[in-house]
């Protein structure tokens, strides 16, 4: 449950990661300003958190995944990358 709950700050911390490099006016911290990544950060959080408790591990990873997918630019929730994601870093 955990590891689901922190998909949403990765997603949104990427997504600003992304976003302030693109810019010359960088959004809001962690892309606050952003109606619809607000929208899926709750739907991810409450949807973890809603879960019956016992629920498998990976069905809350993909929980999060679906709400968070149009903020996944790095392969968050991916049970396979053992929680190791290669493309977090901005370019040098």
Do not use: H, I
């Not at 739907?43 to 990976?58: E, F, N, Q």
Request: proline letters at 9%.
């Amino acid at each position: 449950r955990f590891q689901a709950l922190t998909m949403p700050y990765f997603a949104a911390a990427t997504t600003y990661e992304q976003r302030r490099s693109e810019s010359a006016v960088p959004p809001a911290f962690l892309c606050a300003d952003d109606p619809a990544l607000r929208r899926a950060v709750w739907s991810a959080t409450t949807d973890v958190l809603d879960a019956p408790p016992g629920t498998d591990p990976v069905e809350l990873l993909r929980r999060a995944g679906r709400a968070l997918a149009a903020f996944n630019r790095v392969g968050l929730c991916d049970p396979a990358a053992g929680n190791l994601y290669r493309y977090t870093a901005a370019a040098k």
